[in-house]
């Protein structure tokens, strides 16, 4: 039994990253289609799908890399944990990396970026950290 699916995700992606493999697979919800939705629209990862394999839906990421190979994930970390939450107002998001980074909200209008949560004057629970 998986007890942090979300951390199995992150762990996925970095193993995948680190031996440039072009797609990594994953079994899918609701909230890694988010985390997904989000690495797309942040320009993280090229594209992603949902597959039927055997009986399970399997969520893939198409990963992205650079022209000369560089890799466009460098650092993805868990933060809110299932031991210790971790929540925050929208003024108290700061930018990652002085905006070269992203943190992933979960909220209670979807997963979102901590750019959008601060336009949007929302806060939530911190997933993850990806720059």
């Given at each position: 039994m998986m007890t942090d699916p979300i951390a199995d995700m992150l762990t996925r992606i970095r193993n995948a990253v680190r031996v440039e493999r072009p797609?990594?697979?994953?079994?899918?919800s609701k909230v890694?289609?988010?985390?997904?939705?989000?690495?797309?629209?942040?320009?993280y990862i090229w594209d992603f799908t949902e597959v039927e394999v055997e009986?399970?839906?399997q969520l893939r990421l198409e990963l992205k890399y650079g022209p000369n190979g560089e890799r466009v994930i460098r650092h993805i970390r868990r933060i809110s944990k299932p031991g210790r939450r971790i929540y925050n107002r929208a003024?108290?998001?700061?930018p990652i990396l002085?905006?070269?980074?992203?943190?992933?909200?979960?909220?209670s209008r979807g997963v979102i970026?901590?750019?959008?949560a601060r336009q949007r004057n929302l806060g939530g629970e911190v997933?993850?950290?990806?720059?």
């Open positions: 797609n990594v697979e994953m079994p899918l890694k289609r988010g985390l997904a939705e989000v690495l797309k629209r942040e320009g009986k399970f839906p003024t108290e998001l700061r002085n905006g070269l980074g992203i943190s992933i909200i979960s909220t970026s901590d750019r959008e997933l993850c950290e990806v720059w």
